[in-house]
């Protein structure tokens, strides 16, 4: 079943690196075994977080509604605290969705993008995972890569790591090392950028109450997954979430600078910025403009006043 609904994307998977592979053995790189299998998932990884931006953005806006509607959501809770009857449940449930189709927005929206790379990162993790099988004449080819392709790929390293090497199968101390870097900054980059999310684009409102504490409690444990079973990925997988918590650490800060929510610290740190640049803008604007100099060597002559004519 899993084979089935998976087979499709790793086909588009492998297309993709192969493509780009392609593209940069034609640019000059060394075919075969070497940093350009390095470079295409890389490139996949760009390719599906340029594919993901419209939804990012959609991502924001219920993210914004969310952050809008917790005052609102604070005193429907309020309202009901304490009431356990069925018909008070339902009433604060269906009060609850009215807020939430109201704002346009729903709990899930911030998640969206992680769920949607879910079937990329299996897809990518399945066929790094069977490139020695096929390598070896045991599996079929996947789209392009078939044994010889996926002898090559299997071979390319990254200082040392082949991309299909996995922290507790492999025995080589230098694949270990680079495996636990990758690791570490995986988790790391997630972590500040969940944090830049939370501590400067929300509103005193939205950092408080149980969805509040249900995020905070998010920062915290969702890297330490990912730090935990990162031992279980093959390094080109490592490599795919490494770039893209890169990717969306620079796509969140530029959101944050240009977008802020609105009564977030980012949005009081915009306005400052525009008042400033406005300030600046008014004081050039109000100095005098320079009188025009007089060419050298040439005397400005007096200007000669009309004589009143006798009567």
Same mark, same amino acid.
């Given at each position: ?181 990758? &690791?570490?900054? #995986?988790? *790391? ?5 969940? /944090?830049? @999310? ?5 509103? !005193? %409102? =939205? ?48 959101? &944050?600078?240009? #977008?802020? *929510? ?5 949005? /009081?740190? @915009? ?5 400033? !640049? %406005? =300030? ?32």
């Amino acid at each position: 079943m899993i084979d089935t609904i998976l087979y499709p994307i790793e086909w588009v998977v492998a297309w993709i690196m192969y493509g780009a592979h392609a593209l940069f053995t034609t640019l000059g790189m060394q075919d075969g075994v070497g940093l350009a299998w390095v470079l295409s998932i890389v490139a996949l990884t760009i390719v599906i977080r340029v594919a993901l931006i419209p939804l990012f953005f959609k991502q924001i806006k219920a993210s914004r509604g969310m952050q809008m509607m917790q005052p609102e959501l604070q005193a429907v809770q309020k309202k009901y605290k304490g009431k356990t009857d069925p018909a008070s449940r339902e009433a604060m449930g269906r009060e609850t969705m009215e807020l939430y189709r109201k704002h346009g927005t729903n709990p899930m929206a911030s998640c969206l993008p992680l769920l949607l790379q879910s079937p990329i990162f299996f897809a990518l993790f399945r066929v790094l995972n069977n490139l020695q099988s096929i390598a070896n004449g045991n599996k079929d080819a996947i789209g392009p890569i078939d044994s010889r392709i996926a002898g090559d790929i299997e071979s390319s390293s990254l200082f040392g790591a082949q991309l299909s090497d996995i922290f507790r199968t492999t025995d080589d101390t230098a694949s270990r090392i680079v495996v636990i870097v990758l &690791i570490v900054i #995986m988790s *790391a980059t997630m972590f500040f950028t969940q /944090r830049q @999310l939370t501590m400067k684009n929300m509103p !005193k %409102a =939205a950092l408080e109450g149980p969805m509040a504490s249900t995020q905070k409690m998010m920062l915290y444990i969702l890297p330490v997954i990912f730090l935990i079973s990162g031992i279980n990925f093959p390094v080109g997988v490592l490599i795919y979430w490494v770039i893209s918590n890169l990717w969306s650490m620079g796509q969140q800060f530029y959101t &944050i600078k240009r #977008m802020p *929510a609105p009564g977030s610290e980012a949005e /009081r740190l @915009l306005k400052e910025r525009q008042a400033r !640049k %406005a =300030a600046a803008k008014g004081a050039i604007e109000a100095e005098p403009e320079p009188e025009p100099e007089q060419p050298r060597g040439q005397r400005q002559q007096p200007k000669r006043k009309n004589r009143q004519k006798r009567g």
